[in-house]
Antibody, heavy 119, light 111 residues
Framework: EVQLLESGRGLVQPGGSLRLSCAAS????????MSWVRQAPGKGLEWVSTIGLSGTTYYAASVKGRFTISRDTSENTLYLQMNSLRAEDTAAYYC?????????????WGQGTTVTVSS | QSALTQPPSASGSPGQSVTISCTGT?????????VSWYQQHPGKAPKLMIY???KRPSGVPDRFSGSKSDNTASLTVSGLQAEDEADYYC???????????FGGGTKLTVL
């Protein structure tokens, strides 16, 4: 069974940093586009970042220059390094698998991990 | 403000059909056949229901169908069932500078 398990949830002060992890089982991360999607409390879905099949990275304008997506093929784990965090980054962050790229949608989602940015 | 526009709510009685719209621009919905739809029940992760405008992943009932005309995509749920009550989000490929754009979501109520 294909599963994505996020970790790294936490409460962080504005301006702080946090790294999210997404451990994949039942699939090889490097064979798919992998993305992070977030959802602020009571709000809709917002695409955050994608790492493509070739390793090319893409970012939403709202996080570009602050967030970095990466993957460790040996650990089969996806990461999201979040720096200079702002209150508006508070959200549940989902790790998602492409079908196989993002154009085909995201067909596997993790359970989500919560990030709260507050002083 | 979301990049794609969806109605905030929709409703229908059991057995009826309901259609949810998703309006974008020629830079996203209208420019590519890469529209997806997601279903999200409260407290749960979203689930892919439709991809590439009309295709259904394995396991998704054929009561769910997708279509597109110009800059507007649509999700139709036929034969409404109680378990279809959920939030539905559309998304589209938006080009290399804005890879994925989502709609604001539509809350579907089964009366």
């Amino acid at each position: 069974e294909v599963q994505l398990l996020e970790s790294g949830r936490g409460l962080v002060q504005p301006g702080g940093s946090l790294r999210l992890s997404c451990a994949a089982s039942g699939l090889t991360l490097s064979s798919y586009a992998m993305s992070w999607v977030r959802q602020a409390p009571g709000k809709g879905l917002e695409w955050v970042s994608t790492i493509g099949l070739s390793g090319t990275t893409y970012y939403a304008a709202s996080v570009k220059g602050r967030f970095t997506i990466s993957r460790d093929t040996s650990e089969n784990t996806l990461y999201l390094q979040m720096n200079s965090l702002r209150a508006e980054d508070t959200a549940a962050y989902y790790c998602t698998k492409g079908n196989p790229g993002t154009k085909g949608g995201m067909d596997v989602w993790g359970q989500g991990t919560t990030v709260t940015v507050s002083s | 403000q979301s990049a794609l526009t969806q109605p905030p709510s929709a409703s229908g009685s059991p057995g009826q059909s309901v259609t949810i719209s998703c309006t974008g621009t020629s830079s996203d919905v209208g420019g590519y056949n890469y529209v997806s739809w997601y279903q999200q029940h409260p407290g749960k992760a979203p689930k892919l229901m439709i991809y590439e405008v009309t295709k259904r992943p394995s396991g998704v009932p054929d009561r769910f169908s997708g279509s597109k005309s110009d800059n507007t995509a649509s999700l139709t749920v036929s034969g409404l069932q109680a378990e279809d009550e959920a939030d539905y989000y559309c998304s589209s490929y938006g080009g290399s500078n804005n890879l994925v754009v989502f709609g604001g979501g539509t809350k579907l109520t089964v009366l």
